[in-house]
Structure formats: structure tokens, C-alpha cells
């Protein structure tokens, strides 16, 4: 636990920092997170609550930090043995609902990390194309599920968002 700590610190350090954040913070970050890999659902959470909670000028840098571990995992371990992926999947539509309460212009940037994403194979279209999708507004809701009103899954829960705001 000792290793979560040290990463949690580290993360919530940048909440004092003014963007851009440096490279060798980021690295700094994404080593801790390696660190603490035995607990990374800790590490994923404690990431997804930095993104929720951070001022929207870091929101970027969050998702940068998700981009980071996320690579390094990949790298170090190989795809077949990365935790942290598949990890950060299973809140990725709220995560990115919290990224888009960015500033205008930095949703680009969002966007740009969606495209490396997709070209370098980090994860699947079917994973991405919604998020691209909610950073152009685009609202595709899927037909109701019974007991539903909008319908489930990633584009349903964007659209039940979209809605409520």
C-alpha cells in the first residue's frame, strides 16, 4: 500500500502545477504508478478521481497521465500482461465525460490522444469511436433496452449525460 501512497502522492502534486506539466514529472508519475502494479485498480482509481476532481486546465495532463501508464505497462509487460488497460476501459465513458469539462481548446488534444490511440493499436475502434464521437457532441443513442429509457452500454450512458446537461 505503501506504493499507492507514494503514487497518489505524486499525482496530486500536479494539482498545484500550471500546465504544461514536464516530462519529467510525467515520467515520475507513471513510474510510481509501474511501482504500485500489484494494487493498480487502486492506481486506476486514484487517476480516475485526479480527472474528476482536478481544475479543467488539468484535465488534459489526466488524460495524459492515463496515456502514459498505459504505454509503459504495454511496454514493459507486453500487451497480453497489461493491467491497466482494460482497467481504465471500464470507466472510460465517465473518465472522458470528466475530461470534456476541459476548455474548449483542449479538446483537440483529447482528440489527438484518441487518434494515437487508434493508430498505434493501444485499443479498439468500437472503444473509440464513441469517445470521438462525444467530443463532437455527436449523440447516437442505441434503441431501449426493456426497463431502460435511452438504452445501455457506452453510447447509451453518453447520450443519458448529453441529456442531463
Known amino acids: 500500500m505503501d506504493a499507492v501512497n507514494a503514487f497518489n502522492m505524486e499525482l496530486f502534486s500536479m494539482i498545484d502545477m500550471k500546465p504544461p506539466i514536464s516530462r519529467a514529472k510525467m515520467m515520475s508519475v507513471t513510474k510510481s504508478a509501474i511501482k504500485a502494479i500489484k494494487l493498480y485498480k487502486h492506481v486506476v482509481q486514484i487517476v480516475e478521481k485526479f480527472i474528476k476532481k482536478c481544475k479543467p486546465e488539468l484535465k488534459v495532463p489526466g488524460l495524459y497521465v492515463v496515456d502514459s501508464i498505459v504505454r509503459q505497462s504495454r511496454h514493459?509487460?507486453?500487451?497480453?500482461?497489461?493491467?491497466?488497460?482494460?482497467?481504465?476501459?471500464?470507466?472510460?465513458?465517465?473518465?472522458?465525460?470528466?475530461?470534456?469539462?476541459?476548455p474548449e481548446d483542449d479538446k483537440t488534444k483529447i482528440v489527438r490522444v484518441l487518434n494515437l490511440w487508434q493508430k498505434n493499436g493501444v485499443f479498439d475502434m468500437d472503444i473509440l469511436q464513441p469517445l470521438m464521437d462525444m467530443a463532437n457532441g455527436v449523440i447516437t443513442p442505441r434503441p431501449a433496452v426493456e426497463g431502460s429509457r435511452t438504452g445501455s452500454g457506452t453510447l447509451g450512458s453518453v447520450f443519458n449525460y448529453l441529456r442531463a446537461n
Open 76 to 102: 514493459q509487460f507486453g500487451v497480453d500482461k497489461d493491467v491497466f488497460g482494460p482497467r481504465f476501459l471500464k470507466n472510460f465513458t465517465e473518465t472522458f465525460q470528466n475530461l470534456y469539462r476541459c
